[in-house]
């Protein structure tokens, strides 16, 4: 009877890990929203962002996002950007970050996953996969419209 109570304990531990926030936007101007489960949700200072969103700005609008490893992101006007995967062990600072912008600008400030675990962070557009070394960069992308 033991292991079933801590079988269940452990799996009703498993959503709440899961659903751990990635990072939260920090700076917000103009329209920005984030697209989670199909749905559109307004977004601006102390939203948290999930793995799996699509954050998405309008035209004069620009978005800051802090991730939980200090990873810095700054996406401009008319930008669409991904979290496609993103992990974060705060103890021994491995994770792994995948992202993909369809459309825009972004700048990034890796943070501590592009430093222990320099394999582990990929950013993507239509035409290039950017593997991070721990370094800032800036990617531009001319997708279409989401």
């Known amino acids: 009877m033991n292991i079933k109570v801590i079988a269940v304990a452990v799996l009703l531990a498993l959503p709440a890990q899961a659903e751990e926030a990635a990072g939260m936007i920090k700076t917000a101007q103009g329209k920005v929203e984030v697209v989670r489960g199909g749905q559109r949700l307004p977004a601006g200072p102390g939203f948290a962002v999930m793995q799996a969103d699509k954050v998405q700005t309008g035209a004069a609008s620009s978005v800051g996002i802090t991730l939980r490893d200090n990873t810095l992101l700054s ?9 496609d995967q993103y992990a974060f062990n705060p103890t021994t600072h491995q994770g792994r970050i995948d992202a993909s912008l369809k459309r825009g600008t972004l700048s990034v400030i890796s943070g501590k996953i592009a430093k222990t675990s320099p394999d582990a962070v990929h950013f993507r ?7 991070v070394r721990g370094t800032e960069f800036i990617l531009e992308a001319h997708g279409e419209e989401d």
């Open 125 to 131: 557009t239509t035409a290039v996969t950017l593997g």
């Open 75 to 83: 996406a401009g006007a008319n930008s669409s950007l991904s979290l």
